[in-house]
């Protein structure tokens, strides 16, 4: 098949978490003989960010790592159709990330209504449908084939909520060409890479991880992340973190192999509005064979093992008790360090999502 992505960005990492998943989904696609495009807008707010921040190096070192993505980039503006009927000429299956503009989402289904020689999927992985579902509601959608959603509750609300019938659940996973075990010296006990949100776990953060590192002074903790506001930062140094900022994707696997364990913590809509959904962190952080903490969140599609995979607390009481204990048990962390990966490895790779997708290709084909 030839198959080509709508997405944000490509190339940037920069407070752009689907991108993980969506560069590990397009190798395997690639790996599987499948001709696949990304194409994204020039001048991205991701793209933008990530070249203020670190410069033209960051972007070279995209290009380096990932040599087999074909990524071409447009204008928009007045000239998008003209871009999206160029960029899908010749595709079998088109696929539009929910992290582009209504613009773009709109002008690639008047192109398939025209046409009508592709399959046009609409991707969302993200929780605007609602915490913003005016947003959505918005978007043009009558000419799309079908919706994949990164978990059940979301498929629901597509058919709940905007009357969109052919919805389906494509979960996120973990990018093992990228994400798996590292050898290294540890140099924290508990590391946490997440980024501020808006609020969205800002108190959860401070309960959960910023009261632990003030109580367990002994234990030595690290974040990374983008987006957090002075007041955040010093309030993370106060408690004794060692805040260190962006940290590319492709390196994370060995930040990850420098500490004991690591944290999930689920932003509110994903606790509340949209139970079930992991996001993308758990399984990169599982893939990567460390042990994992996780604040309360209902895993409703029973994605993972609670109990086996990861440790599930349920106050900041709970959670110091728990990192107390992994701190001094090497046989418990790797006990759940073997138990995650083992699942990654049995349902939760990008090689099991390229599977999924073409399956869901050829069902709406038929």
């Not at 030839?2 to 696609?29: C, E, K, Q, T």
């Not at 972007?59 to 980039?73: K, T």
């Not at 918005?138 to 084939?145: H, I, M, T």
């Not at 979301?154 to 389906?168: G, N, T």
Request: charged share 30%; proline share 4%.
């Amino acid at each position: 098949m030839r198959l080509v992505f709508f997405v944000h960005s490509i190339i940037s990492d920069w407070n752009n978490g689907h991108v993980h998943f969506l560069r590990g989904l397009m190798a395997s696609l690639m790996d599987r003989g499948h001709t696949v495009r990304s194409c994204e807008l020039w001048r991205n707010w991701s793209t933008d960010n990530l070249y203020n921040d670190h410069g033209a190096a960051a972007i070279v070192e995209f290009a380096r790592l990932f040599p087999d993505h074909w990524v071409q980039l447009y204008h928009g503006g007045e000239r998008i159709m003209e871009d999206v009927e160029r960029l899908t000429r010749d595709a079998d299956a088109v696929i539009v990330h929910e992290f582009n503009e209504p613009e773009l989402v709109g002008a690639v289904g008047q192109v398939r209504r025209l046409r009508k020689d592709f399959l046009l999927l609409f991707h969302d992985t993200h929780h605007r449908a609602v915490s913003v579902p005016h947003q959505i509601a918005r978007l043009n959608l009558s000419a799309y084939d079908g919706v994949l959603a990164f978990g059940q509750s979301l498929a629901e609300v597509y058919r709940r909520d905007f009357d969109l019938p052919r919805v389906f659940t494509l979960h996120e996973a973990a990018d093992t060409n990228v994400f798996y075990p590292r050898e290294a010296e540890k140099t924290h006990d508990v590391v946490w890479i997440g980024n501020w949100g808006d609020e969205e776990r800002s108190e959860e953060i401070r309960r959960y991880l910023m009261d632990s590192a003030r109580e367990l002074k002994d234990l030595r903790f690290a974040l990374y992340g983008v987006r957090y506001p002075w007041a955040a930062v010093e309030e993370l140094k106060a408690a004794g973190i060692d805040y260190r900022g962006w940290v590319p994707n492709h390196r994370v696997p060995e930040v990850l192999a420098r500490a004991r364990m690591t944290l999930h913590i689920p932003r509110a809509y994903y606790r509340q509005a949209l139970p079930g959904i992991p996001t993308i962190r758990p399984f990169e952080a599982l893939a990567c064979g460390i042990p994992m903490i996780c604040t309360p969140w209902d895993d409703r599609e029973g994605l993972f093992r609670a109990g086996k995979d990861y440790l599930l607390v349920e106050t900041p009481e709970q959670m110091r008790r728990t990192m107390r204990r992994l701190a001094g048990e090497a046989a418990e962390r790797e006990r759940l360090a073997q138990n995650g990966l083992e699942t990654i490895r049995a349902r939760h790779t990008c090689d099991h999502r390229a599977a999924e997708l073409l399956d869901i290709c050829r069902r709406l084909a038929s």
